[in-house]
């Protein structure tokens, strides 16, 4: 049997990039899955291609919750994906001594805001069945800093708590419902368009020296971070909450390995 069979899911930011593959990973596996973007028009393209629901979903907006909430009120997973970095629209100052204070509410509106939405929601959603998986999608960025992402480390490092919270809330108060984070480092997807140059060599050259520091060598691909999302989704996970999982081609570790070497 897949291992997801008939479990509701709900992604959010689904209509591309480390979203889709989850819904795709997650339709692969069974799973009745609802995909939710504020893009409608990719998000009900993925979701005919999928077989599945459809719901417009900005995260950041309480009553789209409380719609969704209408719309689908018992949930088994719910995986909060959805998030910016702030270079959206181009390269602008984000570091701790220019950033201006519109831009870092943006950032944590969407990230920090939308998450603790959907946690709220994911716990009322899961809370009559006492049983449930929500996956927060946070990143390396939440357990580093990062000088010229300040709005965004910090969102994400927000969210890597938060996650313990809610695991630590949901089994006080007896129920089932496990919470884990997950940390993707570099991995290739239209979130990185806006800071990489047009040009091809250029484009490499930049794709080079982003990953110099990854053991690896390489981005990381949707589908591996999916991965470890159906996982988590999945009732083999059973024992594991409030934990992170750090998706980054070892640049955590502890140091740059450089390949070939043996020093």
Same mark, same amino acid.
């Given at each position: 049997?897949?291992?997801?069979h008939?479990?509701?899911c ?7 990039g ?6 795709r990973?997650?339709?692969?596996e ?11 028009a990719?998000?009900k393209?993925?979701a005919?291609?999928i077989? %599945? ?18 719309a689908?009120?018992n ?29 870092w ?11 603790f939405?959907?946690?709220r929601?994911?716990i ?8 449930g998986s929500i ?8 357990m580093?800093?990062? =000088? ?17 919270t ?17 940390? =993707? %480092?570099a ?6 368009e =806006? ?7 250029a484009?490499?050259q ?11 060598q390489?981005?990381?691909? =949707?589908?591996?971070?999916?991965a470890?999302?159906v996982?988590?989704a999945?009732d ?7 934990a992170?999982?750090?998706?980054d ?8 390995a ?6």
């Amino acid at each position: 049997m897949a291992r997801l069979h008939n479990k509701i899911c709900i992604i959010t930011g689904a209509a591309r990039g480390i979203g889709e593959a989850i819904a795709r990973a997650f339709a692969d596996e069974g799973a009745q899955v609802i995909v939710t973007d504020k893009d409608a028009a990719n998000g009900k393209i993925l979701a005919a291609a999928i077989g %599945a629901a459809f719901f417009e979903l900005d995260i950041a907006k309480e009553q789209h919750w409380d719609g969704l909430a209408k719309a689908y009120p018992n949930i088994d997973v719910l995986v909060n994906n959805a998030g910016i970095t702030g270079f959206e629209n181009g390269v602008v100052a984000h570091d701790p001594e220019h950033a201006s204070l519109a831009d870092w509410r943006a950032v944590h509106r969407v990230n920090t805001d939308g998450t603790f939405l959907g946690c709220r929601y994911g716990i009322k959603a899961m809370g009559k069945s006492g049983a449930g998986s929500i996956i927060n999608i946070s990143s390396r960025s939440g357990m580093v800093g990062i =000088p010229a992402a300040a709005a965004y480390a910090a969102s994400k490092a927000a969210i890597r708590n938060h996650t313990k919270t809610v695991a630590l809330y949901c089994a006080q108060q007896g129920l089932n419902i496990r919470c884990n984070s997950v940390h =993707p %480092a570099a991995i290739m997807t239209p979130m990185w368009e =806006p800071m990489l140059p047009p040009d091809e060599k250029a484009r490499k050259q930049a794709i080079q020296a982003l990953v110099k520091d990854t053991p690896l060598q390489r981005f990381g691909e =949707p589908s591996e971070v999916a991965a470890i999302c159906v996982l988590l989704a999945s009732d083999e996970a059973s024992y594991i909450t409030g934990a992170e999982f750090t998706i980054d081609g070892g640049i955590l570790a502890g140091s740059a390995a450089v390949p070939g070497s043996c020093k």
